[in-house]
């Protein structure tokens, strides 16, 4: 069986999704709270810069 071949990895510190382990959120797949908010931040700022004009 191909069981494992849809894991996702934490976009934050790269880990590897673990069964029953870390956070589902937005699609994403997050070993614990921090790196949620840490990619909540990344988001926000990312947002910020898109719509600067200052550059
Ligand atoms: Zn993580």
Not at 13 to 28: A, L, S, T, V
Not at 32 to 38: A, D, G, K, M
């Amino acid at each position: 069986m191909l069981f494992g071949m849809f894991r996702k990895t934490d976009p934050i510190c790269g880990m590897k999704e673990e069964k029953g382990k870390g956070i589902h959120k937005d699609g994403n797949w997050f070993c614990n709270q921090t790196c949620i908010e840490e990619f909540e931040k990344t988001k926000r700022k990312t947002a910020k810069h898109g719509g600067c004009c200052c550059h």
